[in-house]
């Protein structure tokens, strides 16, 4: 009966654990063809350009299925260090801001590429920024999929029609990578600090909603900041409502 239970056990944790990896790749992939219809068609005879009008959207629906998730399954009931968690929900809105404008300059294939060696800067920033140390094997992991992933890309990239990558699109997603690299390091000391503040609890950490609240709630601020600075909010607002289907 012991054995029949756990081997049910570990089918179930299996079968969520195929579930999520389906559907992080699916949403992923919807993303990504819907990111690029954003940035590379014409609406008007022209370019959609207002990328931190599109992050404080993004960010503010996010923040909108966390309070949900809240709201359904409740909190950890830990304390988390808001502050710090702030800081990498900015960092991480910037990486993304840095990589969706180097879209206008890039080809996707492009950016795609770029963004494939994250795992590399999210390493460092974990060792120089959050005091974290890493196996050989860790090491041997990210080398694998960074260069199978670069592949992968190369290969697909070389099917397509040559584009042209402009300079300054290249230093977006090398100044991505960087924010990239940032954003793990202070991930790092999140978790870090979230057990200094909770010492009677073991393992603490805030629950994956409240990570996802303050983490795009911190964003959707910056970004709006941003996207008044900038202007975008109002030429955004302004796109949507002349072209519909860029709204959609």
Same mark, same amino acid.
Do not use: H
């Given at each position: ?9 570990? %089918? ?7 579930? +999520? ?10 993303? @990504?063809?819907? #990111? ?9 005879? +022209? ?6 009008? !599109? ?6 629906? =996010?923040?909108?299925?966390? %309070? ?25 809105? &910037? +990486?993304? +801001? ?12 492009? #950016?795609?590429?770029?963004? /494939?060696?994250? *795992? ?6 974990? %060792?120089v920024l959050g005091g974290r140390t890493f196996? *050989?094997?860790?090491?041997? #992991? !990210? ?6 992933? @670069?592949?992968? =890309? ?15 699109? %290249? ?14 390091? &202070? ?9 200094? $503040?909770?010492?009677?609890?073991? =393992? ?6 409240? /990570?996802?609240?303050?983490? =795009? ?8 900041? &941003?996207?008044?600075?900038?202007? #975008?909010?109002?030429?955004? $607002?302004?796109?949507c409502m002349k072209h519909p289907a860029?709204?959609?």
């Open positions: 009966m012991v054995s029949s239970s756990s081997s049910s056990s570990s %089918l179930a944790k299996s079968a969520r654990c195929a579930f +999520a990896v389906v559907g992080i790749f699916a949403a992923f992939s919807y993303f @990504a063809i819907a #990111q690029e219809d954003v940035y590379k068609k014409t609406y008007g005879g +022209a370019r959609f350009a207002a990328t931190f009008f !599109v992050l404080t959207v993004e960010r503010g629906v =996010n923040v909108v299925f966390a %309070l949900c998730g809240i709201a359904t399954f409740g909190g950890s009931g830990v304390r988390t260090p808001k502050g710090e968690i702030f800081k990498s929900g900015a960092s991480q809105m &910037l +990486a993304m +801001a840095a990589s969706n404008e180097a879209l206008r300059y890039v080809s996707y294939p492009t #950016q795609v590429l770029g963004k /494939s060696c994250k *795992m590399v800067p999210v390493i460092v920033g974990g %060792l196996t *050989m094997a860790q090491y041997a #992991q !990210v080398a694998f999929v960074t260069l199978g992933v @670069a592949l992968f =890309n190369l290969a697909a990239d070389s099917t397509k029609s040559a584009g042209s990558d402009s300079a300054y699109g %290249l230093l977006l997603i090398g100044l991505s990578l960087v924010m990239d690299a940032v954003t793990g390091g &202070l991930q790092d000391r999140v978790k870090k600090t979230t057990k200094a $503040l909770n010492p009677r609890t073991p =393992n603490a950490k805030p629950s994956v909603y409240e /990570s996802m609240l303050y983490t =795009n709630l911190s964003g959707t601020v910056v970004a709006l900041v &941003l996207a008044l600075w900038t202007n #975008q909010l109002t030429t955004g $607002l302004s796109a860029l709204a959609r």
